[in-house]
């Protein structure tokens, strides 16, 4: 047992940090340039020139076959590639919705000719796209969309709204799952399709969340009119299609998580006098480090094992499964926590060391959560798909669509 | 990036596994449980058949010369089985302490004779109420003389030699030392003591002048044991990861066939989310318990760390997945007809044996501060 690179693994980590030297800066080790991507307008023309830059060097998309400019490569490569990046001050997130969803479900449904027009701009960073999923009544039941498509000549209308749709208001395209038969249970009257957000009667507006970000919008259709010809997949078979782009969300191991974690946790435990001397010397304290801790390196050595077979060549097992399962409530719990330290400073925004970045992960920790499945929906799938147990009973299943009780 | 184990090891793996499912199905743990025996005894001629015991004892002495990325994955089907011989006690403990601390003569001596299953060892630590620490043990060695009462001692019914903790005069920490003493003496005296867990037998043994010798130096007992407890918190913790699969798998398939309320209460989130949950911290328990094997082979710096953590992940997943296996059976899962218990015993007996996960937390700690000033 090793964590160390196979010899093209590592040969391709010089060529890769090579690379890296020669066109961006290194990060220091300070833990504050680790920054989530902002809406800052000129961030995002820089991770265009960024994105560009890469997509030109072949690093774009590694795993993506030469023929839509990547370069064949395993997806340990993909990802060797991607932790080498994180130690480099450049812009990145704008793209990995379109590239890592978006394009691939071109791909499995686009004409020749609408590759041929939209996967190179969508890899040189020319044009950004985002994924029209969620909708106000439709979260964790993302079949249970209501956004309609109708039939109109040899196009469709789309009337509707999306929500939580991230980066919609720089996106250029989008791609959009509707509903054109309201008369058959949910999954079978759905179809998707793309779009250009600048067609007429579409209608992005930010939504500001709880940490003050406004990464996520809601969109709004009014008579929104697109031809056929930008339908991806049957008629009806929307939901496979959508199965098609969740697939492709995986993938996101390997990136170093940034942020703070027991590190900061035990200076802050040192720093900090209780009644007894400092809090560091607390049993109970300590416990807590203690558990957060073997969280934390369980979590780095659980994607380790998943990096293993890749590297291999192997399908990874269900294991990154747990990540997000316990890596959101240990963000909030930990965040909480920290705060507790600070005693009654540990609400104030400045003073405190460490204050702001604990309450930035106490805050994010509850949108973490959420995002991209809560942890309740995260538990099913584990139960369903890793341990073989029935789906809960749907009551909505062989109903029509427009027979169900609503919200 | 090879953070897993190779194929061979796999294999054998799946050797012990066949074994074990072929030879300690659940009707043995009950069979000990429910009886006298001091272990399954052909279970253990089976396991020495095999090699088992000289899996990790180097070649000079016999043994198979194996790395402990070997011992680590017997050690994962060993749990797995809850299988009711003395693995823990002569395998892991008794054969690493005479790894660590052994003279040449004592490995071998004894290292020889535990490769050929002619032998079964065992660590003596506690002396009843109390955890055990350097200033409290009040068995002494001195002139070759052993005297005391150690209990409660793991198989220790079944050993033939044991290795003891007693006091040798010094000062703090330095105030114990390792003894080894020979079982086959008529100085000794063995007492079988009621546990919650009877498919693991325990017993006192008390030393009037047993002949004894010194194992590693005078003075060295407690340092050599925090070591000890390192290595063996590995293979516990493989150990804990079998059975809190086992205990998750048991349940699961309860879940399927059990029907409430007109469907499978697997069906149901409370359940699912129930056994969701003992996946995640069994693959928390299992990282940490690989990165733990990793530093034991190459006797890695951070071997202090990645045991604790192991220890830690590992008797979490094992409690866990074993009472929730009880809860998932509702009351057919409480009673004596239940394999359910053999889990929830076991788990935790593995949990207090090497010092429980409170102990082990404060270490971690002390461990992360000492990693972190220097």
Known sequence: MDFNDTPEEAAFRKEVRAWLDANATRKSDDKASFRARNDDPELLKKAKAWQDKKAKAGYARITWPKEYGGRGGSPILQVIYQQEEANYLVPLGFFDIGLGMCIPTMMAYASPEHLQRYVKPALHGDEVWCQLFSEPAAGSDVAGIRTRAERDGDGWVINGQKVWTSGAHYSDYGIIITRTDPNVPKHAGLTMFFLSMKTPGVEVRPIKQMSGGANFNEVFFTDVRIPDSQRLGKVGEGWKAALTTLMNERLAVGMPSGGLDVDELMELARDTDLEDGPAIRNQQVRSKIADWYVQQQGLKLTRYRTLTALSKGQTPGPESSIIKIVAAPKMQDMGAFAMELMGPAGIMKEEVPHAAGFQAQWIGGAGFRIAGGTDEILRNIVAERVLGMPADVRVDKDVPFNKLTRS | ?374
């Not at chain 2, 969701?276 to 094997?293: M, Q």
């Open chain 2, 1 to 374: 990036m090879n953070f897993d184990f190779s194929d061979d090891q796999k294999l054998l793996k799946e050797q012990v596994r066949k074994f074990l499912t072929d030879k300690c199905p659940t009707k043995v743990v009950r069979r000990v449980l429910d009886g006298n025996e001091t272990h399954a005894d052909e279970v253990w001629k089976g396991l020495v058949e095999l090699g088992v015991p000289a899996t990790g004892i180097p070649e000079e002495y016999g043994g198979l010369g194996l790395s402990p990325l070997e011992l680590c994955v017997i050690a994962e089907e060993m749990g797995r089985a809850a299988a009711p011989v003395p693995f823990d006690t002569s395998v892991v403990l008794a054969t690493e302490a005479l790894k660590l601390a052994g003279s040449d003569a004592q490995k071998k001596k004894w290292l020889s004779e535990l490769a050929a299953g002619k032998a079964i060892g065992t660590l003596a630590i506690a002396e009843g109420p109390q955890p055990p620490k350097p200033r409290g043990i009040r068995t002494t060695f001195g002139g070759g003389r052993l005297n005391g009462k150690k209990l409660p001692v793991a198989d220790g019914e079944a050993a033939t030699f044991a290795i003891v903790l007693a006091n040798t005069g010094g000062q703090g920490d330095r105030a114990v030392s390792l003894v080894l003493v020979d079982l086959k003496q008529a100085a000794v005296t063995k007492k079988r003591v009621e546990t919650i867990d009877p498919a693991r037998k325990h017993a006192e043994l008390t030393f009037k002048d047993a002949a004894a010798e010194l194992l590693g130096a005078e003075g060295e007992g407690w340092r050599t044991l925090e070591r000890l407890y390192d290595a063996a918190a590995v293979y516990f913790a493989f150990a804990q990861v079998g059975g809190a699969e086992a205990a998750m798998w048991m349940a699961r398939d309860y879940a399927l066939q059990r029907q409430a309320f007109g469907r499978a209460i697997g069906s149901y989130q409370a359940i699912k989310h129930k056994l969701a949950d003992c996946y995640v911290k069994l693959e928390l328990a299992r990282s940490n318990a690989y990165y733990g094997a990793m530093m034991l082979t190459d006797g890695g710096s951070d071997l202090p760390l990645a045991a604790a953590a192991a220890r830690i992940a590992a008797t979490d997943a094992y409690d866990f997945a074993s009472k929730e296996n009880i809860q998932t059976h509702g009351g057919i899962g409480f009673t004596w007809e239940a394999d359910t218990q053999f889990h929830y015993r076991r788990a935790r007996v593995m949990a207090l044996a090497l010092g429980g996960p409170m102990a082990w937390k404060d270490k971690l700690v002390s461990r992360l501060e000492q990693k972190n000033a220097a």
